[in-house]
């Protein structure tokens, strides 16, 4: 474990230091979980990661403006977990590093390129990302520039498996990720499960892809039917013991708990299915996470971008943990 | 079952034919479920129908709204159901015909007349109707046009039993649709079932016209003590065999799931929970169904409308199979 | 018990009377529960109180509005219990007293002094108390005004312990009134339990002096193991015979039902999971209750607000049926 | 003038008797213009009155609920005029007399004769209405009531000329009021005046009514034309000495200003020019006013509903000049 | 001038024709000015066309969904113009058209060439086309359908001057179509008027090209001190006699009248001067017209798409008049 | 002059350096007009802060939420002004400097003090303040701060003086600031001007006071009849060429411009109108400036902190052209 980066900030009037985390939820700027911002990966051991693309989406955009939203909502978030006692702040070094930058947002490839460099640079800085959404195009990216030494297993989170093929003339759109992922062996489909899938389709395309490529899709009504202690154990059961990636759609989540979304599918998770479903998954060697397509405009209450922003903290504890456990002398 | 509907459409620039279920969700003109939006009734197997009327509702207008934006949200069904792998479109007939027409929206019993006479030319010509209100008091015209032959069978899904008397001077409130059919013996009160009825009351008379006539009252308590599959278990026993009809009134879900509704009650249906029930009635011998009662003026999210849109799809899927099994040959 | 007030009002135009409480929903003036406003509290047994005050709060504020709001979203309460068969304003003498004065919103401490004299006012009348808030921080007073003499057990639904120290340079806020209220004598902590506490702290400060103090604290994740008929046996395992007040904030209940609050956190209790909870507490001798926290700024289609008098209607059931119980010859 | 009706409460706790109208905002029982709330018509000048009736509405409903959140509105009024620095209550005897009883609520001619009795009532009491619609349709049999004698000239603000012939079967819906009140005699169409008319019509037939019965129309491109104080000078020379009514519907405002209506036309009155307008009439010799068709549904920021109660507060301040001019001492 | 393309629909249950656009507001299918929708172009005067498509913003999206929400705040539209007592349905065969179609959404210069194809096969048709946005974008693309022969004059409302040159690496985006018209030759930029700019911006570039290459800009201060008709009179004077093109961003006029858009600035033109500016338009050749950047997730009220409604059917009235004028025998 | 802060911001995972101001505006960390924030004055010409209080409301609160949503808004503003061609960046060093802390929220007279030094040392160290409230009560302290050698003349932009009395007990709310002000000798009255006052009141006490302490009070219905332009002249006789301060309350502006605030009253000024005002302004010694009572829970659309966040930019381009002509060599 690196040290802390420092969380204090000197109040430029007074010049005494503070700590904002600390403050009324209501002040100080906006950062992920309320981490201090660095324009430096030195001795960092996780990111949070800002990515405000949407041009990914079928249906309705807004999605660039999720980063934005959950670092706003980030403020209610605190550090000591109910359940755990855990404190990830205390356990590793976290920063929120801002947001990644595009050459140019009208060109999906050229956005694929820079997030993959990006994240490249950071998996070769040993900081593990910890990222929000964007639309769930920004994965495959991501896992490029996080596996692209040997395939990493999957647990992904969604109403959708995101296996499509080329939609309106592009391979790069959010429904297609963890094909594009599974083609180019940066997940091992073998080692990969997706939960909460649910919701009609114009063909079965991409509920074939998942199927024959070997993954492992648990639909919605098995949720319900197993419980979640079962469908936590499962897909444990399919990912082992080897380096896996976390990726959560926050349309995997009902709409009554996260209407703002671009495809919202009735039926689905509950909030508090999701956070157990999250924190059935301590100890597994986590090599980053992502929570993907909150889109605000279309969220009236902020529900949606605060449990995006929750969802980053126990998805934090369960990097934080890692990163502790690591540093610990054998 | 009859030839599909030409769903295609012909691009009035260029000349092509192309699918618009197929294109982005946001394009095209809104129909319901994305059907195509006919002029006669002629080979066709199922109808969907608006019936955009709100005059009698005892609390919060705005159903008469739902239609139009049920159609709205239909843009995000698609066809082949993520369960049982069924294509609707693919096994009947079906399209969208439009609103019925009134003669005068100000007079509630010229309202049922002109609703009666629509149901009953659309059952003479064979046509099974799935409909969009609306606030309840329809069901009543709708069953006088269906049922005027023989009492059907009633699943009736709801917060409130709707079989109360007359209220502020007229019996053809949404408060009282189904004591009027079942005074009229449209419905076999010994075939009915009511699911999901709670919320206190000024009065024990709706409750105690549905114990006395012989319905099956399913309060909220029960379901939740039961589970869905018991309920649904439950109600096939009720309606056994004969026809049957199915209205589901969107106040039976939850306000969290379904804010959208004129008399909103606290501690319903999930919409999960909301969706298993429907699926649980394949194969019943339904004469047709409607989703009634969304508001949209009180729906920011338009979350109601896309559940209330979903259940259609659901119910459609129930009417297809049954359209597609009697076409087979014996 | 003493004798119902009146609840029929005079028609100035035309000098008729009539029964308000059974007019169409949106009509009259909106009072708790459709309850008349009295300006004495002669013949009273049960007093149904406003506190429009949230200078307590840490976070978000708007409490103030939630007396106003909760009277509106009353108009849909109606007096016969769907369960019970109870209708408890024949069962007592009920009427909305209107709201607590203060003689300095911007005053903490002389706001807790005149909510302690209002409370000490009606309970000397012998009027047990429904109250509306305000953020939390009105129930310390409000125990001061009631518990005095002898101190109370406590059923405390919330998803924070409050019990929480001086934050801020005052300890009147709204997340310490049960340290307060257990400090002077005015709870006791054996006999209180604490349901639904979920979320993470900066420091385990309030947690560990419910868990010091001899608190009974009952988890959100308890809660859900646990199922509600088990937590309801559990707390009243705690509370035992003796007198009992129950505090409900609404923050309890997860923000998809009730978002209209200051500090939501998501993975909380269902709306039918909080009415079946108080529901479970029939027979108590509770001295009093009260639903906190309601927002109205922050709920924009009403629910939390309809949720909040749901709640009061609930609990008036629980206080009428002790009046009704207490009044009959032994 | 009579002498001001008593507006002070007694609090029924501490006994002590308090000024409602002077707490904060936020506080008290919503009644119009936090006027008391009164069952007797005895020693009053001026009655406020609620019609909760939308259903005479040809397009979205929802002015039903407009009484009630005036009401809610009405507590950011206050008593001291900015302008003339008159208090209206210090003038004359003012009070919220509850909203008016239907017979029934599903039928228009009932309805109809239901305001009209009321109105007689007040007229005969010799109390002078200022009145919350309700829809449109409220307006004939308010004219009913108090012009039964002799016709009344009219100051009529509105995007509509409501001067249109039956539609959908029936002549008593809201855009046809003044039609009917001058077939009836009850307006002189001569000394009548329509301000703020606009939007297209799929017949002339309204505009040809007015035009043909002798009434000035003056549409909103005049007004900007003429400005504000020409409008006001022409409406006087129209109206002349007489008794006259003065029926302000929110649409004539532009929907920016207040969106909560049933049928917005774009290019409207700002409010500044509304308020403006309506202190234009100070002296006439009113028998009445009204502000009509605020449909909450359709507020999000509640600022029509705020629009109407200023609205009230400037017509009250019309009307109680005129008691008090009329009981000072020749 | 064509004959009127058949407005009227055969009701399929009682086979009787009726004129959906004489129906209450809410009934019936939702297409641009309730104009029937086909699918040929024969003997069509205008067509209305909607453009989905905002890949091209540079800020919020939500554009794509315009046209869907412009189609159903065009039920309000009526047909005879208030002012002018015009009908333009009676004077020029108009019928919605439906949405252009995308080879990829995911691609500007495809979209642009798919617009473009769009419209030369409407300009060959003979056929005018009234659009609706999507973004600025697709105004470049109409205008290579429209104007490849020679450059048109250009009558352009907008808070910016949309001449800005390539960014985030692309040339297509919407802030730039004016610029790449000018360069194609599509717009004589002598004849170009741009008019209610406003906003500070990052480098002076946009401003100084309009500058540079001879269009005249009128910014919003200017507006507010000429007055509108002398504005009109300006615009008139620049584009002279020969053929225009008007596009109207709907970001000119004041997010107070017009919230739903990607780039609001504040400080613009009222909703009553934007109709007063296009109807001074009248008599001028216009080849086509536009309405762009309604974005429907940010208009809560549905105010922007009325008014972008109301727009098309005051631009409706200028080309319709000129084609009755054309049809006219000399 | 100092020299320009650091705007550019280190890429962490490139190492490339790059200006945040000039990505895509949903882009980066939201500070106040995309200003870098410091933890230091050094060099410093102007300072941006939020003061994040709303304790001294009288009605609805939220105002603390203000400086949050006004840095998020602050994304659309860019640097180059559209009229004066002025770039306020290179003129002055400029930078957030975030929100003043507070030792106790819930003592108004200790913030009213914390407020006080925080702007001491800012005066102290030569540094302009421009500051986002909060309420207004943050403007009798940021005076303490800034004006305790002599008094300096006011600009006060409000529908309300707020010169009014102790209420509930307290002389530090957000009705009194002016008052307090003046009775320390903080302002000179006569050199202060009150515009855009309006709405009824209680007692004249506030009216009474600006009157007699020799304010210049120029009502709504003045600046009506006179124009900005004349508004804009008075005022400068007014304030002379002292020193002067500009404190702007959004409630002046209409709430239809500005719904976001917590004592709305209708017919204000239009967004245009407050522009003009402000610019009218340049060349004033101004020694602060701030904007005050935006709340964001009032806020639907956003427009409120839109126009706050435009405001202060205005603001800021008087301030910087004071510090350009100072720096200039005489």
């Known amino acids: 474990m690196s040290r802390p980066t420092d969380a204090t900030r000197r109040n430029p009037a007074t010049g005494e230091r503070y700590a904002p985390h600390l403050e009324p939820r209501y002040r100080e700027i906006a950062t ?60 590793a070094s976290i920063a929120d590093i801002g947001d990644v930058r595009f050459s140019s947002i009208y060109d999906l490839e050229r956005v694929s390129d820079d997030i993959a460099a990006h994240y490249r640079a950071l998996h070769q800085a040993g900081v593990i990302p910890l990222s929000a959404g964007g639309d769930h195009s920004v994965t495959y990216p991501i896992l490029r520039g996080l596996a692209a030494d040997a395939p990493v297993g999957l647990i992904h989170i ?11 003339g592009s391979k790069f759109h959010h429904g297609g990720p963890f094909r594009l992922a599974c083609e180019a062996g940066l997940i091992d489909p073998k080692r990969t499960v997706q939960i909460g899938i649910r919701g009609a389709q114009n063909t079965a395309q991409g509920w074939d892809y998942s199927d024959a490529s070997g993954m492992r899709v648990v639909f919605m009504e098995e949720v319900e039917a197993l419980g979640i202690e079962a469908v936590i154990a499962e897909a444990r059961r399919i990912v082992g013991d080897g380096p896996v990636y976390l990726s959560f759609d926050i349309d995997s989540v009902d709409p009554a708990f996260a209407p703002g979304t671009g495809t919202p599918e009735v039926g689905g998770l509950t909030s508090l299915q999701a956070l157990q479903l999250v924190r059935g998954f301590r100890g597994l060697p986590l090599v980053g996470a992502d929570v993907v397509e909150v889109a605000p405009p279309f969220d009236p209450t902020g529900n949606t971008a605060l ?24």
Request: one cysteine or more; hydrophobic letters at 40%; aromatic letters at 6%.
């Open 32 to 91: 992920f979980l309320r981490a201090p911002l660095v324009e430096r990966l030195d001795a960092l051991d996780i990111a949070l990661v800002g990515i405000p693309f949407d041009g990914g989406v079928s249906n309705r955009p807004g999605a660039r403006l999720g980063p934005r939203e959950m670092r706003n909502q980030s403020s209610l978030m605190r550090s000591i977990h109910h359940v755990t006692r855990q404190d990830p702040f205390a356990q």
């Open 158 to 168: 969604d109403a959708h498996t995101d296996t499509w093929d080329a939609f309106q």
């Open 307 to 330: 449990l995006g922003a929750t969802l980053m903290y126990e998805l934090l504890c369960l990097l934080a943990e890692r990163c502790a456990a690591q540093a610990e002398p054998k």
